[in-house]
């Protein structure tokens, strides 16, 4: 590839900004959030220290938190280009951001138990791609911290302990069930990515692609958004609050998406992002040059 | 700052301190805490010796990012991490070692409770995540133990803190703040869904 220099620079800057300034929305989010909870109240507090946390990352230059998670960049190439060659212009920025301390080492061989110097190793970064009939490439990064994946879930319906059925009241259900065993467990507040269908595999796929919608738009399927609308509210009646502790905001945002499925299955994925919601993505040239902020 | 009234404790984390402590209580620890993760609480369940006297101190689940500044160690960040996970060896190290203060994140269960109870012990729950923050409560890193043996972010830093924010989540008593929340949760969850409203398209 040609400009290899340039695309990992502007690849290294997003992962860099990723990892220190949390996006605009979110951050709008906990304001939001801290506004509804009782003076001195547990999470008042928490969500101020939150806040703040979020500007000293930022004036600092370190990770917001140092769970700096594994990384998945989405791609939008032009038809034609080469993907090849944005991998291994991704690895190199992976292992400069890694060498720098904007990510920790944080990638372990699962057989042998060896940590890894470069966060570069089989299976990380994760990459997905998709080829668009335009002439920049779009590139957005997630990366996902370990404690909020744990508590990840996926239901088949129908789910007979929940009384689920194939429908979207049976779904309603999965989601309140996932909050609660969830409890603040993934540093709440988090955000939900839900995706009512797919298969074992493709669930969680889109239920994380969620997590690149902004937070405060509404799912374009009307009855999907009533449902966003509707859940969000219950998650805070459901006084689980920041961290567990109590409170209202133990969501900041339920994200709901849909996939075809067959006959057989009826999957409800749900994905659980932090508070600490890295997610940022860029318009670059084909040529790596950097044009504008996604987020 | 939202005006929640602090309690504050200080090395060494003496019986009548942490024994007056009730679980939802806001504290401020001060003076010298340990890290300890995963590969500490194995080896200490597995007899292992302590090399500080962990009678009326505090372990602290996190594995922080040090780097060396000159001679010194700084510290970038450094959040808690998942107690749960430790809390198999939680009641034999809190009994043979005296240890008195876990500070860490997350639900914990009957085990923990149960080691709190009987060790006059308390758990406290940090602010998850909030890395830079709580890095700034570390007033100086006065030692490093097992640095060679598990790896830096699974060894055992010795690290003065001043004011470092948390909530009793287990008290001395073994009452478990989390345990409640959760079971009220499940209580308005279950009548959630049995609601004679359901999601109709
Ligand atoms: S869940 Fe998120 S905020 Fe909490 S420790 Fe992990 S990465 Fe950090």
Known sequence: MKNHVQWESSLFELIRRTSVDLPCDIEQGLRRACKTEKKASRARWILETLLENVQKARDKDAPLCQDTGSLIFYFQVPVGFDTNALVSATRLAVARATRLGYLRQNTIDSVSGAACATNVAYGAPTFYFEQCARGTVDVRLLMKGGGCENVGKQYSLPDESLGAGRDLEGVRRCVLDAVISAQGNGCAPGILGVCIGGDRATGYECSKSQFLRKLDDKSSVKILARLEDRLLKESKALEIGPMGLGGNAALLGIKIGSMSRVPASFFVTVSYMCWAFRRRGAVLTVRGGFKKWLY | MALLKPR??????????????????????????????????????????????LKNAALYHCGPVVIRKDSDWVVRAAGPTTSIREEPYLPRIIKDHGVRVIIGKGSMGKVTEGACKAGGCVY??????AAQVLAEKVVSVKGLYFGEEFGLAEAMWVLELKDFPAIVAIDSKGHNLLRRIKSASLGIGRKLMKSSDPFIP
């Not at chain 2, 402590?21 to 995963?38: I, N, P």
């Not at chain 2, 406290?124 to 995540?129: E, I």
């Open chain 2, 8 to 53: 504050r404790l200080e090395y060494p984390f003496t019986q009548e301190q942490v024994g007056s402590l009730r679980a939802g209580q806001f504290v401020l620890v001060s003076g010298l805490v340990y890290t300890a993760r995963d590969r500490i609480h194995k080896f200490f369940f597995e007899g292992g010796k302590s090399p500080v006297d």
């Open chain 2, 124 to 129: 406290l729950h940090a602010v998850g995540g």
